[in-house]
């Protein structure tokens, strides 16, 4: 499986949707987890950089699993999903700056509008038991969501379909960006 989250990590990485180190990836295995480690570079996956742990339970693992395994139990104990890609999209991340901690993005593009409907802005800090439940309670009704000034998490079945609703976000956030800047200067 470390493979599968490696394909994803070197897309996310080559498209430009989080720097290297930033962001993590996990995909459910019944009542467990695989997690990319703190730290790993997202384009440079192996199966040492790929930890396995409890979701219902902390880990002795946890110490070197992402920062943001908290995160990642809530929204697996609290949804549906199968897999779960946290990056840093940087329009997705301006566009959350823009809308507020507790704001709605509302894209302006007929894609982002059929796809993803308005898209949530939660607040939390990083790795934070606050963030884990405003995610998990977001995303319970919505297939990504952006964490104010920090990045989109999205979900799905496969890592294949995180990473579609991870490049939708970035993509309606971009227009929106793009189409506003525009709208100004005329």
Same mark, same amino acid.
């Given at each position: 499986?470390?493979?599968?989250?490696?394909?994803?990590?070197?897309?996310?990485?080559?498209?430009?949707l989080?720097?290297?180190? $930033?962001?993590?990836?996990?995909?459910?295995?019944?009542?467990?987890? *695989?997690?990319?480690?703190?730290?790993?570079?997202? @384009?440079?996956?192996?199966?040492?950089?790929?930890?396995?742990?409890?979701?219902? @339970?902390?880990?002795?693992?946890?110490?070197?699993?992402?920062?943001?395994?908290?995160?990642?139990?809530?929204?697996?104990?609290?949804?549906?999903?199968?897999?779960?890609?946290?990056?840093?999209?940087?329009?997705s991340?301006?566009?959350?700056?823009?809308?507020?901690? !507790?704001?709605?993005?509302?894209?302006?593009?007929?894609e982002g509008?059929? $796809?993803?409907?308005?898209?949530?802005? &939660?607040?939390?800090?990083?790795?934070?038991?606050?963030?884990?439940?405003?995610?998990?309670?977001?995303?319970?009704?919505?297939?990504?969501? &952006?964490? $104010?000034?920090?990045?989109? $998490? !999205?979900?799905?079945?496969?890592?294949?379909?995180?990473?579609?609703?991870?490049?939708? *976000?970035?993509?309606?956030?971009?227009?929106?960006? *793009?189409?506003?800047?525009?709208?100004?200067?005329?």
């Amino acid at each position: 499986m470390w493979q599968e989250m490696a394909k994803y990590g070197r897309k996310l990485v080559g498209h430009g949707l989080v720097e290297s180190n $930033f962001g993590n990836i996990s995909v459910r295995a019944g009542d467990r987890m *695989l997690i990319t480690r703190s730290g790993t570079a997202l @384009d440079e996956i192996t199966g040492d950089n790929v930890v396995e742990v409890e979701i219902q @339970d902390t880990s002795s693992l946890d110490i070197i699993a992402s920062s943001e395994t908290v995160v990642h139990r809530e929204i697996y104990t609290k949804t549906s999903a199968l897999a779960i890609i946290h990056a840093h999209c940087p329009y997705s991340v301006v566009e959350s700056l823009l809308a507020g901690p !507790a704001g709605t993005i509302v894209p302006v593009d007929s894609e982002g509008q059929y $796809f993803l409907g308005n898209i949530p802005v &939660v607040s939390g800090g990083i790795g934070s038991l606050e963030l884990a439940e405003n995610l998990a309670g977001e995303l319970s009704g919505h297939r990504g969501a &952006v964490v $104010f000034s920090h990045g989109t $998490f !999205a979900i799905g079945r496969t890592l294949g379909e995180a990473y579609i609703v991870t490049t939708q *976000l970035e993509h309606s956030c971009r227009i929106k960006y *793009l189409y506003e800047l525009a709208a100004v200067k005329k």
